[in-house]
């Protein structure tokens, strides 16, 4: 089972590059801290990405909320990338016929196709949505790959049952693009057939909704610690927003940077604990 073995062993039998690159990172860097920057001012876009930079494998981005985005900000993302070695994941959440979300994904002014290593989508709209994906994404040059939404992390999310089992079974139809999930546990073998061959399947599993100090926010937001998180749930990726960066207002690049190491090793400790078991 994917989730007992290091990182390193992963990375280097992957065959999605975004999902190795991704792996190879985390082991490098000793990190499988994802952070969230979920603020509207580009200057406090760029000035917590500086400084967590050091201990993530992965930022999180909502270009979108941006007030005052303008194309240079991705250009200054990708080398922010390149120079502190993390991946890149905007969290658009497609959900559209396939033909709309690559448009999406490749054209208006976000370009998102250009710049993202990781995406995701909702499952809703069937496998069209990942052909739509997949048209734009497969043909780039660059490492590319999309996430799944089969669960999420708030209070009556509708993403559970058949829905989830669903979400794995188209997955599991697209590998070479399909990197894994946004989830709140491991899916490998999920809804399985005999004839699915799940020996050598190894979705990545990224999981929001961890803090380890709330429980929750007032807007249905669930928090569980990254121990719940990657230990027993066997998640691979710690999403942390809040946690580290605070309100997103009158940033405290001290703190920031306190919080980002202490979520590192918090994540990095429970990925030890379940790999060593
Ligand atoms: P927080 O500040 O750690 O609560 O932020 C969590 C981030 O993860 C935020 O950007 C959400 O849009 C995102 N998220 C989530 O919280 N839960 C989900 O199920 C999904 C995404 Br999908």
Known sequence: APHLQSYKD?????????????????????????????????????????????YVCLIKTHVDILEDWEPSVTAKLQELSRMHDFLIFEDRKFADIGNTVALQYSSGIHKISDWAHIV????????????????????????????????????????????????????????????????????????ASATDNIADEDFLILAPGVGLDAKGDAMGQQYRTPAEVVTECGCDVIIVGRGIIGTGRNIDAEEVKRQAQRYQSAGWEAYENRVTK
């Open 10 to 54: 992963r990375a280097e039998k992957h065959t999605n590059p975004a999902a190795r690159a991704l792996l190879r990172c985390m082991d490098a860097k000793k990190s499988n801290l994802a952070v969230s920057v979920d603020v509207t001012r580009t200057k406090d876009f760029f000035d917590i990405i500086e400084t967590v930079a050091p």
């Open 120 to 191: 995701n989508a909702h499952p809703v709209p069937g496998p069209s949505v990942i052909t739509g994906l997949a048209s734009v994404g497969m043909k780039s040059k660059e490492e590319r790959g999309v996430l799944l939404l089969a669960e999420m992390s708030t209070k009556g999310a509708l993403t559970t049952g058949s829905y989830t089992t669903d979400a794995v079974r188209m997955a599991r139809q697209h590998r070479e693009f399909i990197i894994g999930f946004i989830a709140q546990r491991r899916m490998e073998g999920i809804g």
